[in-house]
């Protein structure tokens, strides 16, 4: 079946560094969106793509729809501590089809 | 202007029983969405509502099932609750049918004894 395959799963990173991770699937995608989740919370919407090689920014986050449709990345510059969490990559072909998750990638900040 | 809300927020059942879980979804969004997350693990799509009918499903059995109400509101049903069945359940509401801009509720954590 369909899967989304993100690396890293885990990731520790001193405050201020840039942080980048990705997803990848062997299926086309029409739609990639990003989430962060916290812990006991739900997920929160950061990015949404839905062009190929569409780049959007949110801030200190810059995500890239990939070429190929079959992957996108997400970075975080200058990173801070309300950064750590999990961030998932979400995606979809079209209407009728189901909703796929990434496993996630961990992200923590060293003191 | 609320966002999604789900209730309850913690529930307690023990195996064979059934479950109602309930999702308000955010003002303006019409399509419901529901995930179960095991612990440490992502999200895994159950099903999602549209117009009052299930339109995509995940790979969940038929003990799992849901209804929308006209105000968009929805239901997840669980029955003949199994142990695996403890997780966090989380609803997502967005605009139209498929994958769009979900919004997610905090979700309603279940333990099964």
């Known amino acids: 079946g369909q899967q989304l395959n993100q690396s890293p799963q885990s990731m520790f990173i001193q405050e201020g560094e840039d942080v980048s991770m990705n997803c990848t699937s062997s299926?086309?995608?029409?739609?990639w969106l990003w989430y962060k989740q916290d812990p006991g919370e739900g997920p929160v919407l950061l990015i949404a793509?839905?062009?190929?090689?569409e780049l959007t920014s949110n801030g200190r986050l810059t995500a890239q729809f990939g070429i190929t449709r079959k992957d996108s990345f997400l970075n975080i510059s200058a990173s801070i501590p309300s950064d750590v969490g999990i961030y998932f990559c979400?995606?979809?072909?079209?209407?009728?089809?189901?909703?796929?998750f990434g496993k996630g990638t961990r992200l923590h900040i060293l003191p | 202007d609320a966002g999604v809300t789900q209730s309850p927020t913690h529930l307690i059942k023990t195996r064979g029983q059934q479950v109602t879980l309930r999702c308000s979804p955010k003002?303006?969004?019409?399509?419901v969405s529901w995930y179960q997350q095991a612990l440490g693990q992502g999200p895994q799509f159950i099903f999602q509502?549209?117009?009052?009918?299930?339109?995509q499903r995940g790979n969940f059995p038929d003990r799992f099932s849901g209804h929308q109400f006209p105000n968009y509101s929805s239901e997840l049903n669980v029955n003949a609750l199994l142990l695996g069945d403890s997780a966090l359940y989380l609803c997502?509401?967005?605009?139209?049918?498929?994958?769009?801009?979900?919004?997610f509720g905090p979700g309603t954590r279940l333990t099964v004894t």
């Open positions: 003002s303006g969004h019409d399509t």
């Open positions: 997502a509401s967005s605009s139209g049918q498929g994958i769009g801009e979900q919004y």
């Open positions: 299926s086309i995608f029409n739609t």
């Open positions: 793509l839905y062009k190929a090689g």
């Open positions: 979400v995606s979809g072909r079209n209407r009728d089809d189901k909703i796929i």
């Open positions: 509502y549209y117009e009052e009918e299930e339109r």
